[in-house]
Structures are given as C-alpha cells and as structure tokens.
C-alpha cells in the first residue's frame, strides 16, 4: 500500500510567547521490508530562527525548531509519502512462554531493539499491582509468547472503553486502568506494564492509523489519526510483534510506524518548552490518502 500522508499541527496563544523550543517526531520510520519513505517534509509557520534534525537512541528521525518570540500562531505541516508492505498470513514463531527468559539471557548487544531496555518500569509505566493481576489472568494457559500478547490485548479491548474525553496525555495508568477509559496512548501503554510483569520486553510505539468510513459515507479529510500501538519481543526467532490493543488487531497496512521507546515520554510527537503566559489552544489532523 503507497500513501500519501499530511499531518498539521496547530497552536493559538491568548498572549505571545517569547523564545522556545520544539522537538517533533513525526517522520515515518524506514524499516526494510515493512515500510519505506519515498518523500517527506516538514515546515513551520512563521519560519524558525533556527531548525535542524537528529536521530536519538531509539532510531527516531527528530525535527528541533527555534521558535521566534512574539507569535499570535504556531504551525507544522509535515507531508511524506509511504509505501507500507502489505501482511501475509502470520506463522507464530514465538517460544514457550517459559523459554523466553533464557532466549532474553541469550541476546547479547544494548542496541535500541534489545529487548533487556523493555522489561523494567520506565517514567510513564511503572509497575501497577491491578494490571500485574489481570494480564496473569488473562494470559493464563497460552501456549506461547505471541499467544500471550493476543490474550491480553484482547482482554484489555474487552475491558476498556475508548473515551478521549477521559484522559489527559499524563493520566497515570493506575487511574486509566481503574476507570476502565482511556485513548490509544492509555490502553498501549496499559498493555506494556501487563507484559513486562508477564516477564515479556514489550515497548510503546507511535505512528498513524489510516481508518476507513462506514459503509455508504464519505471519507472525511483530516479523519485519519494519530496511533498508538505496542512491539512485544517474542523471543530470538519471533522476534517482534506488534499489537493494536485499541483495534484488538495484528498490526498490518493501515498502520504507518514512527517509531517505539518505553513509553510515550519517549515517543511523544511534540515536546519541548515555551516561555509565555496565558492560555494556549492547540489541535491536530492527519489526513493518510491511498495513492
């Protein structure tokens, strides 16, 4: 599947800011045989004082722009095209679930896609005593690790109820979980504590969703959506699998990968600082076009 992709990102301030400070990971991620970047830009409006990129740890493409003082309005427009490999049938290459931890002990290397950086708790996922108990209930009596991820997954769409209006981008999992109501970022990073206590390196990952209309309805422009999603590592021949806990899904051609880290505070498409006063508004859309 080829798509065309844009994304815009938009803020409003009630009074003008002075200098700031934004980092933004956006760039769809080129990974041989899953998905490659045929074209890609990203501007700002107004034009930064200064702008660059860099690659973090994780193999992230990160944009860091200057922002002038004085701004009334804030713009990114990001515009890629992707070609995302279509799935074939999914053969379960996983190990026994108690076989893992001596294929994790096997694995030698810290790269960024070693699985020992995505077993213990990170910033936004610490351990949580009633997602430890229901990932053991739910993956009890799978035969293997990729089995495990799917029981959980399953179990946590069954659970949850998707509400944007419940969470904030830093809700605690405890509270998401004990409401039962959450985004993709609340039920992914939900689903990685109850794997890593499972004793399964799973990791957060960020990209887009392209979704489809009803039947008989009209594509909405800007109806796509910014994702999240989770890689669990399924030993050294299964290596990793990704898991759509939202859609209660194997990842396939819909999803357009960024990038994974622990946790969203390591994947979030924009952080940095601004020094101002006031309020600020900010919204987003992404648009994803089969071509």
């Known amino acids: 599947m080829r798509y065309q992709l844009n994304l815009t990102i938009q803020y409003e301030f009630e009074r003008p800011p002075g200098l700031g ?44 722009f200057t922002l002038p003082p004085g701004l009334e309005a804030l713009r990114f427009s990001m515009s890629a ?36 950086h995505y077993l213990a708790p990170s910033p936004h996922i610490p351990r949580v005593a009633e997602i430890e108990a229901f990932a053991r209930k739910a993956a009890a009596g799978a035969g293997t690790v990729a089995a495990m991820v799917e029981a959980l997954g399953l ?84 290596g990793w699998l990704d898991y759509d806990p939202t859609n209660a899904c194997f990842v396939g051609a819909d999803h357009v990968t960024v990038g994974a880290a622990r946790d969203y505070s390591e994947a979030a498409p924009v952080i940095g600082m601004l020094r101002m006063q006031g309020h600020q508004s900010g919204s987003h859309s992404v648009d994803i076009v089969e071509i």
Not at 50 to 63: C, H, L, N, P, S
Not at 162 to 183: C, K, Q, Y
């Open 155 to 238: 179990a946590l769409n069954g659970a949850m109820t998707f509400d944007p209006r419940a969470t904030e981008a830093d809700t605690p999992i405890a509270r998401a979980f004990s409401d039962r109501r959450g985004v993709c970022q609340d039920l992914s990073q939900i689903m990685v504590a109850g794997l890593r206590s499972l004793g399964i390196p799973a990791a957060y990952v960020s990209g887009y969703l392209r979704t489809l209309p009803p039947p008989g309805k009209l594509r909405l422009v800007g109806a796509d959506a910014m994702h999240a999603w989770v890689r669990a590592w399924t030993g050294i021949e299964g």
């Open 81 to 116: 095209r992707v070609e995302r490999q279509e799935t074939g049938p999914r053969f379960d290459l996983s190990v026994r679930p108690d076989a893992l931890a001596a294929e994790i002990a096997a694995t030698t290397g810290f790269g960024p896609a070693a699985p020992h």
């Open 21 to 64: 400070r934004q980092l933004l990971r956006v760039h769809p991620a080129q990974m041989t045989g899953v998905q490659s970047v045929e074209a890609y830009s990203l501007t700002m409006t107004p034009a930064p004082l200064e702008q660059g990129r860099f690659t973090d740890f994780y193999g992230f493409q990160v944009a860091e």
